[in-house]
């Protein structure tokens, strides 16, 4: 078992996510009738599964502004 991105209890993590949209779904995106958005899974340790919900805003790189 690889234990990367272990966190003691009471640390903190940020994460930065990058998406690669096709062309199939940019046009939707940029007439905004869809949206952004999935659910990550944190599988702990001890077995405990954490869910976060993730919803983003689509836009070039250019306008996005970096964390």
């Known amino acids: 078992m ?3 991105g272990f966190l003691l209890p009471g640390e903190e993590k940020a994460l930065q996510l990058t998406i ?3 062309h199939t779904i940019a046009a939707p995106l940029n007439m905004r009738m869809e949206t952004l958005y999935t659910l990550l899974i ?3 340790l001890f077995g405990q599964d954490l869910f976060v919900s993730l919803v983003g805003e ?3 790189a250019h306008s ?3 964390m």
């Open 2 to 4: 690889s234990l990367q």
């Open 20 to 22: 690669f949209v096709s």
């Open 42 to 44: 944190v599988h702990t």
């Open 58 to 60: 689509y836009g070039t």
């Open 64 to 66: 996005i502004p970096s």
